[in-house]
């Protein structure tokens, strides 16, 4: 079967490997049929070669891992040993290996959920980051009337403006050093600052602070010392994404004398947010086809990562389909 893998830092190959088979599966596995597979930030440091950042990544190389690094999946249920998983279910979610650029996927089945069969796969997969930003939306105090800001207007990001407007905040800020004027108002946000947010603080109102400041950039540390500076007194920042590393520098004085709650964490009681996240989309039909934006066949691998790779104003969402 057909299988991506990285053999250099930005290069993938497409390789042939045995296909699984449902003897390979173990209690609470299923075997998917690749459908679809959606490009998430936290995939583009493996991309380019960086070590050790994603669970999957334990070799001493990305090369030697197979479909990685890959976790956002759509697909059809091939073998189940999950008892909440049928042969012939359409299910998102979780390529729990991180290893979903390939034909055939074992995936624990408590990652993933059915999906409506009437979205395809590549609009589908997108219901795997909007679940997350549900999850986190649910650790957040009450946005009713709130003034949120959104550092990065990525993918998520976007998805986090839209979801704090749903929620009834009152004003939503994006930050992102990349245009998104053009499509960050669809996603819900009032003001659209181009900056990096470094120098967006440096010009930042005290009266024009947030209550919520949702830390969407990763990958680097200084947007969070960012997001601290632009809570209000007694705000919330929340930390989203995959750190690349282990320690984070953060002033404790802005922290304790603004009466600040940091909050982080990964998506839990992923079965149930998935179909939290589907029951979303259906009651937001515009949601998905906005939020994804361009789409590459298998075959065309690298060229979707590239394109991942790099900043463009009007790319938000990526999948690749069979």
């Known amino acids: ?61 990305a090369a030697e891992m197979n479909g990685f690094p890959v976790h956002e999946i759509a697909g059809e249920v091939l073998a189940s040993r999950h008892p909440g998983h049928r042969i012939g279910d359409l299910v998102v979610g979780w390529a729990s290996g991180f ?78 050093p990349v245009d998104r004027s053009a499509v960050a108002p669809a996603f819900g946000v009032d003001t659209v600052v181009r900056a990096t947010s470094d120098r967006w603080i440096s010009h930042l109102d005290p009266g024009d602070k947030a209550d919520v400041v949702i830390e969407a950039v990763g990958h680097q540390v200084a947007t969070l010392n960012h997001a601290l500076d632009a809570a ?8 989203f994404g995959v750190p690349d590393d282990d320690s984070y520098p953060i002033s404790m004085r802005t922290l304790l004398r603004n009466n600040l709650t940091l ?13 939290a996240a589907g029951q979303f989309a259906r009651a937001h039909p515009e949601l998905l086809p906005r939020y994804l934006t361009h789409t590459f066949i298998a075959d065309q691998v690298q060229e979707a990562f590239e394109l991942a790779a790099r900043p463009s104003p009007g790319r938000v969402k990526i999948a690749i389909t069979a």
């Open 99 to 176: 290893d979903g650029l390939m034909d055939t996927v074992v995936a624990d089945g408590n990652g993933l959920a059915a999906y409506d069969p009437a979205l395809t796969p590549e609009l589908a997969v997108g219901l795997q980051p909007l679940a997350c930003v549900l999850y986190t939306v649910e650790q957040l105090p009450d946005l009713t009337g709130k003034r949120v800001a959104v550092i990065g207007l990525g993918s998520i990001g976007l998805l986090f403006a839209y979801l704090a407007k749903a929620a009834g905040a009152g004003h939503v800020t994006g930050v992102d």
């Open 232 to 239: 209000a007194f007694g705000g919330t920042v929340f930390y």
């Open 1 to 61: 079967m057909w299988c991506y893998r990285l053999v250099a830092p930005y290069t993938f190959e497409r390789i042939d490997i045995p296909r699984p088979t449902a003897e390979v599966l173990t209690d609470g596995q299923v075997l998917l049929k690749f459908g679809a597979a959606g490009i998430c930030g936290s995939d583009i440091p493996g991309f380019r070669g960086t070590k050790g950042k994603l669970p999957g990544d334990t070799g001493p190389c």
């Open 263 to 275: 909050k982080s964490g990964v998506t839990l009681d992923r079965r149930r947010v998935l179909t």
